[in-house]
């Protein structure tokens, strides 16, 4: 087995097959895509589809009445500060009052986690019927009315209308993250920290917090990347033809507006925007672990 | 004497053979590309059987049917355009989106099929969105327009007057708003549903011929004149005046015509599809009528034609099978249609024997439209691509109360730069 895993050629035809259906399936439309968004148009729809450079790029980010996407950009990356400054607080909370050992600790937790299984179509449809039905009939009965054309068509409330459900639905999905990296702590340094004399909030912010950064940067990148690729939610819940997020946009421009290389370059763009944040996300957490040892070497007097 | 018998023998058992012969055919199997998924479609029932009058008529020609729903199948048929990998056989629209696919060679032209026979069938006028250059590239199945819906029992019960003109349906809509009762319904989150209005109504003021410069792009059209301003000036009149609910804007087309299945609202302007959705109580309390007329001498044009139909995919291995596929489809799908009550029939048919089964709302439209002075597609169907995006944004952005009439004109102007 050894003299087998030692031989190159050995290991080229294992992993071969992956290769293939990898690049077959992964790369090469990755690289079509790529390929589209710097052409006029795609040679399947237009004959005379030519090289044009960077030019797609530059139209998704002139400013024009009609052009939705910068637009598009702000309200993910608006969705985005939401989910980082409320949705994971939030999650985090949960999940240390949930591991903190509280009556009906089980049924919490699943309870919490419930939105989380249900398919976000049909998430979005309960929503829908809350903003439709429910709220409007609610806000009659205190004497109060709706926006103006409803949540969901009133320019001031309707990206609110959805960043509403997708933050409620993935609360319980970042919460039982944080609450399996609570859970792992050692049981030892809790107790050693409550001797101590340290409890509730002093012991989550020094002890337990601490602890649990490389699953907070897990939740952080999953919420950033989330947020520039939200789809689902807000499709069902604004209508087919909306362009109010990134991919709400390459989907109309693609399959309405029959621009393939111009939403192949929304395409792009969103991925880059992903691949940038996981990037600067890595760069922080990894200054903060370079910083450790350091300190670590200056109090032990090394 | 015996080589004669034997000569003859033989003769009579080639001849004998001759029609055994001529009946063989080779089994084909053709991939259709359908809508009508959901079993409540009044269009599927009528597809069922005609699917299976197709079988018994061409038992070696085998039909796999992928049901879609429409909306759907627009996107999965342009993807599929895209590899080259449509179905032999398709449904589609008309107009610009069938333009979309016959720009790019995906549609078999079908002049060289199409016999004086068959196109004596056809009812006329109803090629006009599928021809291209003097090609055929799609056969009807129905012809559509858009109707007022007037709900008769809430127009008795308020006493108020099924409107002819403007000025009538202003009352109307005032009568209405009076009584508590909420006029009109659209479905604005879909936007094409509020696409049905603008184009009556501007219609109305444009004319036919304006409003087909403008969809087809024509030289020399524009939207900057005062019909067309008068037209979305109009709409925003109903809008201004309570003649749709308060959250219009955010309504589906599915949610907005409840209430009126419930008999809750007295005015609907939609497709002619939408006869063939009303329950048998609903439609003996429903009358189809004309948009209303405003005086500019166009109270007889429509909007509609045919704008739906079958054609056959230019990579398709068996074209002449497709082909008889695809004119099976259209003229036996227009005939089971309107006598399931789904649609007007692009194919001409003695209906005598079926008065009594069909939806009388149907009757009436037939009955309203059969001197019709011109059909007109709706503008996000003639249009094509960014500029039917744009017609169907613009419109929603009057409805939500967000652009005025001369920025309607204004922007959709663009469309010619």
């Known amino acids: 087995m050894k003299r087998v895993l030692s031989n190159k050629w050995s290991i080229m ?28 148009e795609i040679p399947a729809i237009a004959k005379d589809s030519h090289f044009v450079g960077l030019d797609n790029f530059i139209k998704l980010f002139t400013p024009a009445r009609r052009n939705a996407f910068p637009g598009a950009v702000l309200n993910s990356l608006m969705y985005a500060g939401v989910s980082v400054f409320i949705q994971l607080p939030f999650s985090l909370i949960l999940a240390l009052l949930i591991s903190s050992g509280i009556k009906g600790e089980s049924f919490y937790r699943n309870a919490y986690f419930i939105p989380v299984v249900i398919s976000s179509v049909v998430v979005s449809m309960l929503w829908q019927r809350i903003y439709k039905d429910i709220l409007p009939a609610g806000l009659e009965l205190i004497g109060l009315s709706e926006p103006k054309n409803g949540f969901l068509a009133n320019s001031n409330t309707k990206m609110w209308a959805v960043f509403i459900p997708s933050l409620w639905q993935y609360v319980g999905y970042h919460m039982l993250l944080m609450y399996g990296a609570l859970r792992s702590i050692p049981s030892d340094i809790i107790e050693a920290a409550i001797v101590d004399g340290a409890s509730g909030p002093r012991l989550a912010w020094s002890i337990q917090i601490p602890m649990i950064k490389p699953m907070l940067k897990v939740c952080l990148s999953f919420s950033l990347i989330g947020s520039f690729k939200l789809f689902d939610t807000p499709w069902v819940l604004l209508g087919r033809d909306a362009k109010d997020l990134p991919a709400l946009y390459m989907y109309v421009t693609m399959f309405s507006s029959h621009k393939y290389s111009l939403a192949s370059s929304a ?15 890595n760069y922080i957490f990894r200054e903060q672990n370079e910083r450790q040892p350091g300190r670590a070497r200056r109090l032990s007097g090394k | 004497m015996k080589k004669i018998v034997a000569l ?10 001759t029609p055994v012969l001529a009946e063989q055919h080779e089994e084909v199997t053709l991939t259709v590309g359908s809508i009508w998924s959901a079993e409540s479609e009044a269009n599927r029932a009528p597809f069922l059987q005609t699917l299976a009058e197709f079988e018994e008529a061409y038992p070696w020609i085998h039909l796999e049917v992928d049901w879609n729903e429409a909306n759907a199948w627009k996107e999965k048929g342009e993807t599929l355009a895209l590899s080259d990998s449509l179905p032999d056989v398709m449904y589609w629209n008309a107009g610009g989106v069938l333009w979309n696919l016959v720009g790019s060679g995906d549609i078999l032209a079908l002049n060289d099929y199409l016999t004086e026979d068959i196109m004596a069938r056809i009812e006329g006028g109803t090629l006009t969105d599928m021809t291209f250059d003097g090609k055929i590239y799609e056969l009807p199945y129905t012809k559509a327009c ?8 809430l127009f008795d019960k308020y006493g108020v007057k099924i409107p002819e003109t403007w000025d009538e349906l202003i009352a109307a809509v005032e009568a209405f708003k009076a009584a508590g009762v909420t006029p009109m319904t659209v479905g604005g989150a879909d936007q094409w549903p509020t696409n049905m209005y603008t184009d009556i109504i501007a219609l109305r003021y444009a004319g036919d011929a304006a409003c087909r410069a403008a969809y087809y792009k024509t030289e020399g059209a524009t939207f900057m004149t005062q019909d067309w301003l008068d037209g979305v000036a109009a709409f925003q009149q109903l809008i201004e005046i309570g003649a749709f609910p308060d959250n219009a804007a955010s309504l589906t ?9 419930a008999g809750e609202i007295p005015m609907y302007v939609h497709g002619q599809w939408f006869a063939g959705s009303l329950s048998a109580e609903m439609q ?10 405003v005086g500019k001498g166009y109270d007889n044009q429509f909007m509609g034609g045919a704008a739906e139909g079958f054609c056959v995919s230019a990579y398709t291995e068996h074209p002449d099978e497709a082909f008889i596929a695809c004119q099976f489809l259209a003229e036996h799908q227009s005939k089971n249609g309107f006598i399931a009550g789904a649609g007007l029939p692009a194919w001409k048919y003695d209906f005598s024997a079926y008065t009594d089964t069909i939806n009388p709302v149907m009757l009436q439209i037939v009955a309203e439209t059969s001197s019709a002075d011109s059909f007109l597609l709706w503008g996000n169907t003639a249009l094509t691509g960014d500029d039917a995006v744009l017609i169907g944004e613009t419109v929603f952005d009057v409805l939500k109360g967000e652009m005025t009439a001369e920025e309607w004109c204004e922007e959709m102007e663009t469309i010619f730069e």
């Open chain 1, 13 to 40: 035809v294992f992993v071969l097959p992956t290769l293939v259906f990898f690049t077959y399936i992964v790369t090469i439309p990755i690289v079509k895509t790529i390929w589209y968004s710097l052409l006029s």
């Open chain 1, 267 to 281: 395409a792009v763009f969103i991925v880059v925007e992903c691949l940038v944040f996981t990037v600067l996300l």
């Open chain 2, 8 to 17: 003859l023998l033989a003769l009579i058992l080639v001849m004998g053979l």
């Open chain 2, 146 to 153: 858009s109707m007022l819906y007037c709900n008769t029992e």
């Open chain 2, 253 to 261: 087309r599915d949610e907005s015509e409840v209430a009126y299945f």
């Open chain 2, 284 to 293: 003996q309390k429903v009358k189809a009528v004309k948009f209303p007329a």
